[in-house]
């Protein structure tokens, strides 16, 4: 099964690679690794949650897909910001390093959201799905609220 998922998941990288590739010019290898994980997990956790509202009709081998690339980069959040540094292109706050144990708590939660999203998904269960759904999307909001700098 996870071969499968080699080719859509490596396009994924690729398509984010091209997509990014602008702003990654000038960032530093740990800069430009958070902003590849962030930038997968957004589109992951977009068509993951578009899919699923197809109900019946949700293709979920895509649900799976999105699900497993989601998860992978959520596992790494805490650690992507391990190093401290905020180039020009980045929206990470300076709070990320300053209240780090608030952080990590955020990204836990944010791990266990997505979890509990998958044992829904895994049972069938839509209804379940979808208040986990609302569940990583307040985990992410929280998160981005807190701890992202905020451009007008």
């Not at 049972?123 to 701890?147: E, I, L, M, P, Y």
Request: charged share 20%.
């Amino acid at each position: 099964m996870r071969y499968k998922l080699l080719l859509p998941v490596g396009i994924a990288l690729f398509w984010s690679l091209v997509t990014t590739g602008n702003a990654l010019a000038d960032a530093t290898e740990a800069t430009a690794n958070r902003m590849l994980a962030m930038t997968h997990m957004g589109k992951a956790f977009k068509q993951l949650s578009l899919e699923l509202r197809r109900g019946n009709n949700a293709d979920m081998l895509l649900v799976e897909q999105n699900l497993e690339v989601l998860a992978g980069n959520a596992e790494l959040v805490d650690a992507l910001f391990d190093v401290n540094e905020i180039p020009s292109m980045s929206e990470a706050s300076p709070l990320i390093w300053e209240q780090r144990p608030a952080f990590s708590a955020a990204s836990e939660a944010l791990v266990e959201a997505i979890k509990l999203l998958s044992v829904k998904i895994e049972a069938g269960d839509r209804t379940g799905s979808k208040n986990a759904v609302r569940a990583v999307n307040g985990a992410c909001s929280t998160c981005h609220q807190n701890f992202r700098v905020h451009t007008n």
